[in-house]
Each structure stands twice: as C-alpha cells, then as structure tokens.
C-alpha cells in the first residue's frame, strides 16, 4: 500500500528564515509526486507535479525536488503569507488514480 | 479562485440521514475526484469519474454513492449517515483522465449530530 509521511508535522519560522518541508513516501512504482498548499478551512491549490527522481520545480520562494525515496519542499526568504499548511501525494502506477496524502506540515511565518 | 464550484458549503444533519452534495468542475474538465477530509485522517480519496463513467474507486464506503451528469457535474450521495462521516468534502477536477494537475473546489463541511 502506498504510503506518504511529512514532517515536521508544525514549523515556526521568522519571516526570512529559510528551511525544508519533507515528504517520505513508499509506491510501488512512482507515477507522480504532487505538492499542494491548503489554508484553513480551504480547498488545496496545487503546486507542482514531480515525475522523476533528479527533477526539480520552482515557484517564487518555493522549490520542489524529488529523490527515489523523498521529496523536499524548500522555502527561501518566506512572508508571513506563506503560513499554511503544506501537503504531499503521492501516485503510484499500479492502483490506477488512486491518491494518497500525506498529513501535511503546518507552517506558521512569523513577522 | 479554481473554477470548481461545490454546494452546500455548510451541511448540518443528524444520524441516520441522506444528503446529497453538488460539484462543478471547471469548464471544459472532464474528470472530477471526491475527497474526503477529516481531522485524524487527511485527505481520503472517494472515487474519480471522467466523462460521465466511473475511473477509480478509493476508500468510499459502500453508504456511499456519486455520479457525474452529461453535463458534467457531479453529486456525492451520503446515506445513513455516522458520527464519523462528520468531514470536510472536496471535490476536485482535471482536463483529463489521468491524473496530471487537480484543481479543488472550496468545499462542503458536513456535520453529523
């Protein structure tokens, strides 16, 4: 069975303070690994899609690397409005579409 | 704002019920994903459809049922409702029917007395 274990599960930065999210996952044969971001009480808005191990993905303070075993979400210089809670899914290429979250890592950006 | 529409926002009902909840996708998407997430869990993928048929099925229970319309919207059937069932829903959707980019809709919050 899939598997997909973030942490930290909490992290209190200061504004310009910058530090990884991680993403563990186990597949059997990785089809894609996603990143979401989720505030309170909203729907996920995606972020990146990585495909292979070696691949990276940038969006302003964020960027997305991916290892056979891992991915790493590194926030550079964040702003408070980057508080929320981060979210790592997994596809695998057997059980076809299913998709499996991760718990998230809640991020909290202090002024 | 993603373009997936979802009604109610807000459900509150008691145990034993029936309730039905609504998704747009956004226009021109033909897959539409239903999720389920509660506080201990996360997010629990329900079942996708694409194009009016049924693609894949996750950790839905069998009280549960959803369908998509020639117009493409979907509806997720809830019944006999738990405690438990108390969760966030979303509804996500995509142009095609494997599984690139989602787009998630802002929700419906089911409470269950």
């Given at each position: 069975?899939?598997q997909?274990t ?9 504004e ?5 999210l ?6 059997s ?10 505030d309170?009480?909203?729907?996920p808005?995606?972020l ?13 303070r964020l960027k997305?690397?991916l ?6 979400l ?28 991760g718990?998230?890592?809640k ?5 | 704002?993603?373009g ?6 807000h459900?509150?009902?008691a145990?034993g ?8 996708p ?14 201990d ?5 329900l ?6 048929e049924?693609?894949?099925k996750g950790?839905?229970?069998?009280r549960?049922s959803?369908q998509q ?5 979907s ?5 006999s ?5 108390s969760?966030?829903y979303?509804?996500a959707s995509s ?7 989602q ?11």
């Amino acid at each position: 069975e899939d598997q997909v274990t973030q942490s930290p599960e909490a992290l209190r930065l200061q504004e310009g303070e910058s530090s990884s999210l991680n993403c563990s996952y186990t597949v059997s044969g990785l089809r894609g690994l996603f990143w979401y971001r989720q505030d309170p009480g909203k729907g996920p808005e995606f972020l990146f899609t990585l495909y292979s191990a070696g691949e990276e993905k940038e969006k302003e303070r964020l960027k997305a690397t991916l290892t056979k075993k891992e991915s790493f979400l590194h926030i550079t210089a964040p702003k408070p409005e980057d508080s929320a809670t981060y979210l790592c899914a997994v596809q695998g290429v057997k059980g076809y579409q299913k998709v499996t979250f991760g718990t998230g890592t809640k991020l909290q950006v202090i002024p | 704002d993603s373009g997936v529409t979802q009604t109610p926002k807000h459900l509150i009902t008691a145990t034993g019920q029936r309730v039905t909840l609504r998704c747009s996708p956004r226009s021109g998407d033909l897959s539409v994903y239903w999720y389920q997430q509660s506080l201990d869990q996360g997010l629990q993928f329900l079942i996708q459809y694409y194009n009016g048929e049924e693609r894949a099925k996750g950790n839905i229970l069998e009280r549960f049922s959803a369908q998509q319309f020639p117009d493409l919207h979907s509806e997720l059937n809830l019944s006999s409702l738990e405690l438990g069932d108390s969760a966030l829903y979303f509804c996500a959707s995509s142009p095609r029917h494997d599984l690139d980019t989602q787009y998630f809709g802002p929700g419906t919050r089911l409470t269950v007395l």
